[in-house]
């Protein structure tokens, strides 16, 4: 029968994190770009980068509604629209209320009765993982309702094992290895303090949240995962196995625009980055970044810089929260890296503002990635072909690092074995005077970059498998890939 509808798909970020607005909004602009009418909802202080990002991709067909988020009315100063923007964790269950808040006014959107109406009507919802609130407005509305978690599909396949059999009670102490043995024949060891905020004993999110996340999971209709079918050895159908629910794997959707910037619209970072990079040697650069907002302990900083600041390679390396650092490391850093300068010389240019990631990774001059192995870092390394040396802080960014070592082979573990506390994880049962302490010293990021960069045969091994997954990653989003073909049916999934 002809389809009549025409398809409109709502996108509606997790507004909390930057690294769930930027591949909502990779995925919108990849819809539009399949010929899609496409809407992405999110907040005042969001919407800037939400509105560049499809300013670059420039794809037909794709709106961009920015809704208030009522921040003040749950105790919030105004435009504190995301967890980086928090005061402190007491803050984070007030957000979680002012989202439910947002939600409330996106279904009043949505439903045509705000003052600025939907352009036509939705077809298909996707929500951010911490949006349950959407799953009333798709079954009102008779559309189905996907999740977007950010996560890949093997640490969403850890996640669905670890609530069905729950071997992590199992274990007597929290530093103790245990297997989560989703994707056999690999192995997954990790210990519980390194698990996902789920499984933790408490945290600053309160259980509600998680809770709410969790039903919403049981509830939506599909799963949307920013990954290729390719990549995760076939973790994608065995996630659809065990939740009985639709995957759609639909990525790398970094590749969703060129990663050449225009050098007019590039910010004063990005330009210094850039030119930076274009004066090293092949392959001989590190790039060091810990995602959208990770920092460490100072104490831990100044171990990871005093090794950046002795290798024998440039080292491009983006610290946040280089404001918020003690008198002693700020002025360490200032001394010893070069955060303003642009000297070709320069060993190790610092960034403390925004860092244009996927144009570095694409950059032939970088040869190594020191990573947090979030998700977002992890497929754009992929999707480069870069290999990486891995230092996992807290979600499930400890399994990642598990694929990307042992599944994927493209990766060096640092060897951290305790999560960095953030504003999520902040817990009183695991205390904070361990993380206070470098747990990694100089020498073990040192034999870590070592091995990253070597040339040798290890080194190259690694570097033609990341090289094969870039490869892959281009082909999936191709005509006819694997998740090219996802993004249709996302497209045609209507009811
Ligand atoms: N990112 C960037 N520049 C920066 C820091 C981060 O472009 O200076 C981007 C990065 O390319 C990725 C996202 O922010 O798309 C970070 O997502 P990820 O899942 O790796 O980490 P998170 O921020 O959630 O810890």
Known sequence: ???????????????????????????????????????????????????????????????????????????????????????????????????????????????????????????????????SWTLGLARELGVPC???????????????????????????????????????????????????????????????????????????DGIVVNTFEELEHGSTALLAAATGKKVLAVGPVSLSRSPSLDPQAMSEDARRCMAWLDTKASKSVVYVSFGSAGCMPAAQLMQLGMALVSCPWPVLWVVKGADTLPDDAKKWLRENTDADGVADTTKCLVVRGWAPQVAILAHPTVGGFLTHCGWGSTLEAAAAGMPMATWPLFAEQFVNERLIVDVLGVGVSVGVTKPTENILT??????????????????????????????????????????????????????????????????????
């Not at 399949?34 to 300013?55: K, W």
């Open 426 to 495: 902040a817990s009183k049962t695991y205390g904070s005077e361990a993380e206070v302490e470098a747990e990694v010293g100089m020498e073990q990021v040192m034999e870590a970059l070592e091995r990253l960069m070597d040339q040798g045969a290890e080194g190259e091994e690694r570097w033609r498998k990341a090289q094969e997954l870039k490869l892959k990653a281009k082909g999936a989003l191709e005509k006819g890939g694997s998740s090219y073909v996802n993004l249709e049916n996302l497209i045609h999934s209507f009811v």
């Open 146 to 220: 996907y999740v977007f978690h950010g996560f890949g599909a093997f640490a969403l396949l850890c996640i669905e094992h670890l609530f069905k059999h729950r071997p992590h009670e199992a274990v007597a102490s929290p530093d103790e290895l245990f297997d989560i043995p989703a994707l056999p024949p690999f192995e997954c060891r990790v210990s519980r303090r390194q698990l996902p905020p789920h499984f933790l004993p408490s945290t600053s999110m309160g259980g509600g949240p998680l809770q709410e996340m969790r039903e919403f999971d049981l509830a939506v």
């Open 1 to 131: 029968m002809e389809r009549t509808v025409k398809p409109h798909l709502v996108l509606i970020p997790w507004q909390g994190a930057i690294s769930h607005i930027i591949p909502m909004t990779d995925i919108g602009c990849l819809l539009a770009s399949h010929g899609a009418a496409v809407t992405v909802i999110t907040t005042p202080a969001n919407a800037p980068l939400v509105q560049s990002r499809v300013d670059r991709a420039a794809p037909p067909g794709i709106t961009v509604a920015a809704i208030p988020f009522p921040a003040a009315e749950a105790g919030l100063p105004e435009g504190c629209e995301r967890l980086d923007l928090l005061r402190s964790p007491a803050d984070v269950p007030r957000f979680f209320a002012a989202n439910k808040r947002f939600g409330e006014a996106v279904a009043r959107y949505c439903r045509g009765a705000g003052a600025s109406l939907l352009p036509c009507r939705p077809t298909c919802i996707v929500s951010g993982m911490s949006n």
